[in-house]
Each structure stands twice: as C-alpha cells, then as structure tokens.
C-alpha cells in the first residue's frame, strides 16, 4: 500500500471514532412516562394467599428415593 491511501485509510477511521465517540457522550432523551394504577393494585396479598398446597404428604417429601444398584 502507498503511503498516501494509508493515510487516507487512517484519517477516515481517525473520523469515524471520532462521530461515534461525540454520538455516545450524546445526552439521551428525555422521557416521562405516566402510568395509573388504580388503589386496588396497590394492596398487599391477604395472609391466606401466601399459602402453599403441597401434592404431597410432609413424610413423603421428607424420605430420600432410593438407588438401585
């Protein structure tokens, strides 16, 4: 390569980190948004919602399977 298209090659490059380097300190835009929520969103679960059901009995949840050799 010549020395001139090497150059040219490293000034446009130089330029492009340059536009990329100018648009990423750029300061984002400004948004605001406005969402309802209405009271009945806003309550805590009742105690009794907190409960799980178990498919199985506490005994057999309890016990380690067995390994067949």
Same mark, same amino acid.
């Given at each position: 390569m010549?020395r001139r298209? &090497?150059?040219l !090659?490293?000034?446009l490059?130089? @330029? /492009? $980190?340059i @536009?990329?380097? /100018?648009w990423?300190? @750029? %300061?984002l &835009?400004?948004e /605001?948004?406005i #969402?309802?929520?209405?009271p $009945?969103?806003m309550q805590? %679960?009742t105690p ?6 178990? *498919?199985? %009995?506490l005994? *057999?949840s !309890?016990t #380690? %399977?067995e390994? *067949?050799?």
């Amino acid at each position: 390569m010549s020395r001139r298209v &090497r150059t040219l !090659l490293g000034v446009l490059i130089f @330029a /492009i $980190s340059i @536009a990329l380097l /100018i648009w990423g300190l @750029a %300061p984002l &835009r400004r948004e /605001i948004r406005i #969402q309802d929520i209405s009271p $009945s969103e806003m309550q805590l %679960p009742t105690p009794v919602s907190l409960h799980f059901d178990t *498919a199985l %009995p506490l005994s *057999a949840s !309890l016990t #380690q %399977p067995e390994v *067949a050799l």
